[in-house]
């Protein structure tokens, strides 16, 4: 009944259940490894529930489920082992150089329409195994995943009985007793040191940047715990704290725009200070508005891009509004229209209110770290320059979260302790309930005049 649950397509037998028999041989007389027996036990497992009747439906369910996945992995991992034999076929023949490709991974990569890490993976196990442990693997008596990690364990110079030991482990615990026995030499650090890389590249919708890189250990655990620091400095008190992810982000982001804003070369006297903070002006965070139209008739939904080219929406272009000024460009073809840049804020009157407010004016907020000046009524919707429209926030309630979590201010709020607002909220929502018409009917006859004399 359950015979397509078998490993074994060629013989229609189950694992005898008897103990003395349980985990030595097949019913074709063949040892059976110990990754056939563990198969073995779940096919078993899913027959036995499915005939005995005293199992609810979900649990044969269920034990059937288990055993479908097992067997389609089982599958897979004699497809890798047909494919190693190809690919140690093609590497004797030289077939990468043939076909014109730089090195045998980016051949296997293409043509098998694959990750170039798993494409890697095949040459590297093609490379070291034997022909009769590619047809174990083929077999299906072993598994194409544990003999990678074996054999990654035995080239790290793991010992007989550390490798029999592994297979007691999960695969990611292999993984890390792989790194205990993996040798760094003074050769190897060094190379670490000089294949650091950072690099930002935009997806492919152009919403976001992925952020990939490499660092050395020592590095790494430098800026882990450096954008940590600062990551939980940045959010004041009372507020709940983002994920260490999402702080490390908001730190690497502020660290960055610190030394964009820093001074090459710092004013020595009084003179050459004030004059220097007379002309002080953030530069402006440069925005490519492709089309002008759409970008105006989808609300800054559409259209929008920074100069890097990367796709932004309605909040990015509120946030530029309020640092900086925003370059208007209109691209036809080949030709170029510039419609000039709009500045958000006069820095005079950017400087004016952030002296007037002397912080930030979020009730109960005290941190002063890059204090910024805002719409209270964004530009979007009809704010203007007024400084009854601008107070001053600070970097978090600024960036974080009035633009990012799009949170308002209320207007009605005290202009020193202002109130954030959740997401496209503009009012604090308190209405005032209707009066008693009895009770109005009363203070109406109370007030009226009278022709009689008071007593």
């Known amino acids: 009944m359950y015979g397509y649950l078998l490993d074994y397509p060629d013989h229609d037998t189950v694992q005898p259940r008897h103990a003395e028999a349980a985990d030595t041989r097949r019913s074709d007389g063949l040892f059976a490894t110990r990754y056939q027996t563990e198969r073995q036990r779940v096919y078993d497992r899913a027959a036995h529930m499915a005939d005995s009747g005293s199992y609810t439906h979900a649990d044969v369910e269920d034990a059937k489920s288990e055993a479908a996945l097992v067997r389609g992995e089982a599958q897979v991992s004699r497809a890798r082992g047909d494919q190693l034999g190809w690919v140690r076929h093609m590497l004797r023949g030289g077939a990468a150089a043939r076909f014109g490709y730089r090195s045998p991974a980016e051949m296997v990569a293409s043509r098998l329409d694959m990750r170039r890490s798993t494409a890697l993976e095949l040459v590297y ?25 074996e054999t990654r364990l035995a080239e790290a110079g793991a010992s007989g009985e550390v490798i029999e030991g592994s297979r007691d482990l999960d695969l990611e615990a292999v993984k890390r007793l792989l790194q205990a026995h993996r040798k760094m030499t003074r050769t190897d650090e060094r190379a670490v040191f000089e294949g650091q890389f950072l690099s930002l590249q935009p997806s492919l919708d152009g919403s976001h940047v992925q952020v990939n890189g490499r660092l050395g250990a020592l590095e790494a655990d430098i800026c882990r715990q450096g954008l940590d620091r600062r990551g939980e400095r940045l959010v004041p008190a009372g507020e709940a704290l983002p994920d260490a992810g999402q702080r490390r982000a908001l730190a690497l982001t502020t660290l960055c725009q610190d030394e964009l804003d820093r ?26 508005v492709a089309n002008q139209t759409l970008a105006e008739t989808s609300a800054y939904e559409q259209g929008v891009a920074m100069l890097a080219g990367a796709r932004v929406g309605p909040d990015t272009v509120d946030l530029v509004q309020c640092l900086g000024a925003t370059e208007v460009i209109t691209v036809a073809g080949h030709n170029i229209v510039h419609h000039g840049t709009t500045t958000s804020i006069r820095p005079s009157l950017r400087r004016a209110v952030l002296a007037r407010d002397d912080g930030c004016t979020i009730d109960g907020c005290t941190s002063g770290y890059r204090l910024e000046v805002h719409h209270i009524v964004p530009r979007s919707q009809g704010g203007t320059h007024t400084e009854d429209n601008l107070t001053t926030l600070c970097w978090y309630h600024h960036h974080v979260a009035v633009h990012r979590r799009g949170m308002g201010i209320d207007p009605q709020s005290p202009p020193r302790r202002r109130r954030l607002l959740p997401a496209r909220a503009r009012t604090c929502g308190h209405q005032r309930p209707e009066p008693d018409p009895h009770t109005i009917a009363i203070l109406r006859a109370l007030h009226a005049p009278t022709n009689r004399a008071p007593p």
């Open 125 to 149: 196990l093609a490379e070291r195994l034997a022909d009769h442990q590619i047809d174990s693997i083929r077999s299906g008596s072993v598994s194409y995943e544990r003999a990678l990690a």
């Open 263 to 288: 001074t090459p070369h710092p004013a020595r006297t009084t003179a050459e200070r004030i004059r220097e903070a007379r002309r002080r002006r953030r530069e402006p965070a440069l925005m490519v």
